[in-house]
T-cell receptor
């Protein structure tokens, strides 16, 4: 079954540690996204990618990096975690199926999220 | 000013009521998504629209490209519809996906 997977689901780490949040999708989508969401708040775009070797920064990207070496894999790395990084991180992927008028609803898929706590 | 704005921010309704959530955007878009997020964080895509209207069960989504406005309607609302509904637009020039702030809906029996 096609899906999008995030690991770890929950992570508690100390300040200064380097962490990588994994995101993989099996749908062959070209577009992938990372979002940060605090409880009850809106999603903020961190990074996005149009395809292999293509990455762009979003609004909150300055303290993290991403890579897109394979279509299915889009990991997010925090080089030095801080308490301000405590949040939920959501990965998503999307693809257009032309013509749009006949596309199904599920062309934007989210992972279950990675909840990070930095002590 | 946010590029995508939703109204209302919070909405309460009695079971059976007709509900409308609005989304206005200020940028050129290639598509607009309506998403549902339940407590616990899981996000599900409800609709993707580039023009006109789509219907799925009790949910109807419309978009007016000229007015840069979309609406999500829920007919015969039910307590299980309680969730946050999010409008997201795919920007036409970059394919960047921008989210609205969400509308928190609570439907009471």
């Amino acid at each position: 079954e096609a899906d999008i997977y995030q690991t770890p689901r929950y992570l508690v780490i100390g300040t200064g540690k380097k962490i990588t949040l994994e995101c993989s999708q099996t749908m062959g989508h070209d577009k992938m996204y990372w979002y940060q969401q605090d409880p009850g708040m809106e999603l903020h775009l961190i990074h996005y990618s149009y395809g292999v070797n293509s990455t762009e920064k979003g609004d909150l990207s300055s303290e993290s990096t991403v890579s897109r070496i394979r279509t299915e894999h889009f990991p997010l790395t925090l080089e030095s975690a801080r308490p301000s990084h405590t949040s939920q991180y959501l990965c998503a992927s999307s693809e257009y199926r032309l013509p749009l008028a006949h596309s199904g609803a599920n062309v934007l898929t989210f992972g279950a999220g990675s909840r990070l706590t930095v002590l | 000013k946010n590029e995508v704005e939703q109204s209302p921010q919070n909405l309460t309704a009695q079971e059976g009521e007709f509900i409308t959530i609005n989304c206005s955007y200020s940028v050129g878009i290639s598509a607009l998504h309506w998403l549902q997020q339940h407590p616990g964080g899981g996000i599900v895509s409800l609709f993707m629209l580039s023009s006109g209207k789509k219907k799925h069960g009790r949910l109807i989504a419309t978009i007016n490209i000229q007015e840069k406005h979309s609406s999500l309607h829920i007919t015969a609302s039910h307590p299980r519809d309680s969730a946050v509904y999010i409008c997201a637009v795919m920007m036409g020039d970059t394919d960047k996906l921008i989210f609205g702030t969400g509308t928190r809906l609570q439907v009471f029996p």
